[in-house]
């Protein structure tokens, strides 16, 4: 930002003029003549200024102020000797900015920030006048030194202390990698890592790689799945596969033994029978339901093992590719008040029909709860059913605490590709504004939704090969891939366990809602998010601006609702859900998700 006194002589004498500008933007005011600018301060300035519009500014001087602002101040005299532009000094500065001509810096400002058209220069911008002001106004600023990737507080006594400490470490740190690479021996560097408290697991990894790649060292120390740097040597593996690591602390404190798989993993994967006090990797019936449960009729609750394509058959008609249409299987968790269990049972299939839907038992769930559970079917079937069914007011889930929504999309529609964008996309912190929304909870929010559907580490989600690769083993997450068989799991690159081989990937982020207009916008959601993934480009599935977009409707669009207006009414409910248009020179109707009884106090 520069600031310049400029005149222009003509044959009625000389009019000054303030001119302030930034990059390629200027602004201009008018001075009256008499005005003395910096050495007195005026306590009434209005009148002795005027903001000019570009139709006020001659011409002539309007050339020379693209040139200053070109030249950075430089004016040739052979093509503008009766113009001249001056910078402001020390105390006419202070005048304009903190002093008497408060008012006309204001209107300068003002004008440069209305011209800017991009939110980047914006902030910057602001970020000048505010350090400008601060400063010329006597307000300290915090201090902060960067240093290896950490800022510290300069002017707080902890702030110099703690990069005191760290740069003594950082010292150490360097003599015993030099060592290391001298004597080819890492071991007092090793020991030197694993026993630093909240060692940087980004300079461990930089370390580690420098010394393989151009030294073939071996550094010895490992970055376990519980996120402590261990020695290598002292490292215990788990998980089916033993794929997993642990550090000694974890194991002993996590880490149980599965009793039919005759491994051990992490506590929170497997299930806890109280019959045996032990721990298996199913979860436990309840005696109620041990019989066979293909001999059981339908209308009654079915065991949480029954598997609905014993019973149900998919929608043969459709055949899910990478590029087409697919099937999904949807599985709804509530609970009734007064009702029997088994006479919603019958209730549920009466509605939703006996050939669509089956109710099972889930241990998760309260003495009253159920989960239905459809059969592989088609979009426009699950919409239709679920509006078409008439909800007993008996039921609830959304305030139950427990019951959650999980949609199984069929493998098929999947390529690796795809799937690894579908994991950024739902994973991502950056997009938890956006997920929250629409599925009722998340985990960087939610408790509920840290227990049933934790997101992946961040790391792995600069792009979808990682994303696939670095996939954590575990079906109590935000999407799990453990339904797959070996040959579906090897086409699309996992490498994270099997558990049931149904050729799905279960999609658990939604808070069950009975509410027509959640649950069909959920439903809808989850079809459009596959088709959405499958043409996205990276840059595309970052919703971080749906926070924004959502509180005022004339900022840009995120991209998921730009392309959702381009897919031809298909998703009406979802379309309706987020109040945007469906048809061509349709008037846009109020999101349905500030309607909504079942919805977070803020998203």
Not at 163 to 192: C, H, P, S, W
Not at 455 to 481: F, T, W
Not at 501 to 528: D, G, W
Request: charged letters at 25%; proline letters at 2%; a negative charge.
């Amino acid at each position: 930002m520069r600031i310049y006194l400029a005149s222009r002589k003509n044959d009625l004498g000389t009019r000054r003029y303030i001119v302030m500008t930034f990059g390629r933007h200027s602004a201009v005011l008018s001075l009256r003549s008499d005005v003395r600018i910096g050495a007195t301060v005026m306590d009434r300035h209005e009148g002795n200024f005027e903001l000019c519009s570009d139709e006020d500014i001659p011409s002539d001087f309007f050339d020379a102020i693209k040139v200053v602002t070109k030249t950075h101040g430089y004016l040739p005299g052979s093509l503008f000797s009766h113009i001249t532009f001056t910078p402001i000094n020390t105390a006419e500065r202070n005048w304009l900015i903190v002093g008497g001509g408060k008012s006309a810096f204001i209107y300068l400002h003002g004008r440069i920030y209305g011209s800017l058209r991009s939110r980047s220069n914006g902030i910057k911008w602001d970020a000048i006048i505010t350090s400008m002001t601060n400063r010329l106004e006597g307000i300290r600023e915090t201090q902060y030194l960067s240093y290896h990737r950490n800022a510290y507080r300069m002017n707080a006594p902890y702030g110099v202390r703690n990069y005191l400490d760290a740069r003594d470490m950082y010292k150490e740190l360097g003599k015993l990698v030099r060592d290391a690479i001298k004597n080819n021996d890492t071991g007092q560097l090793a020991e030197f890592i694993v026993g630093y408290d909240e060692f940087s697991h980004k300079t461990f990894q930089n370390i580690d790689s420098a010394l393989s790649n151009n030294h073939s060292i071996d550094l010895g120390v490992t970055l376990t799945d519980c996120d402590h740097l261990v020695l290598s040597e002292d490292v215990i593996r788990i998980g089916r596969n033993n794929r997993d690591t642990a550090c000694d602390s974890c194991h002993y404190d996590n880490v149980v033994h599965c009793e039919d798989g005759g491994y051990e993993d992490w506590r929170d994967n497997l299930y806890y029978h109280e019959r045996d006090d032990l721990y298996y990797s199913y979860e436990e019936e309840d005696d109620e339901y041990d019989s066979d449960d293909n001999d059981r009729e339908p209308d009654q609750l079915m065991s949480y093992s029954t598997n609905v394509l014993d019973i149900l058959e998919p929608d043969h008609s459709i055949v899910s590719s990478t590029h087409g249409d697919f099937r999904m299987g949807i599985e709804l968790e509530m609970c009734t008040r007064d009702m029997s269990v088994n006479s919603a049972v019958r209730d549920v299939r009466a509605n939703l029909g006996e050939e669509y839907c089956i109710v099972k038992a889930d241990g998760s769930l309260p003495s009253n709860g159920m989960e239905i559970v459809s059969a592989p079917r088609g979009l426009a079937e699950h919409i239709k059913r679920f509006t078409a069914w008439d909800v007993d007011s008996d039921y609830r889930a959304w305030n139950t605490g427990k019951c959650g929504m999980h949609i199984h999309v069929h493998s098929k529609a999947f390529t690796g590709l795809t799937l690894g964008k579908f994991l950024m996309i739902v994973n991502s912190d950056e997009n938890s504004v956006f997920i929250r929304q629409i599925a009722g909870r998340h985990p960087l929010h939610d408790s509920q939704a840290r227990d049933y559907c934790a997101s992946e580490q961040q790391e792995i989600l600069d792009n979808p090969v990682h994303a696939i690769k670095g996939k954590y083993s575990s079906r109590y997450r935000m999407v799990n891939c453990e339904n797959l068989t070996r040959a579906e799991r090897d086409r699309l690159g996992l490498t994270c366990d099997i558990g049931k081989s149904f050729n799905t990937i279960e999609l658990r982020i939604f808070r069950a809602s009975l509410k027509k207009t959640r649950l069909l916008a959920q439903i809808e959601f989850t079809h459009a998010l596959v088709m959405f993934c499958r043409v996205a480009s990276w840059r595309d599935l970052n919703q971080s601006e749906f926070k924004e977009w959502h509180e005022n409707r004339d900022l840009k669009q995120p991209s998921f609702i730009k392309w959702l207006k381009s897919t031809n009414n298909q998703y009406p409910n979802l379309c309706d859900w987020y109040g945007i248009r469906r048809r061509p020179n349709a008037k846009n109707s109020a999101p349905t998700a500030l309607t909504c009884a079942d919805t977070n106090s803020s998203i």
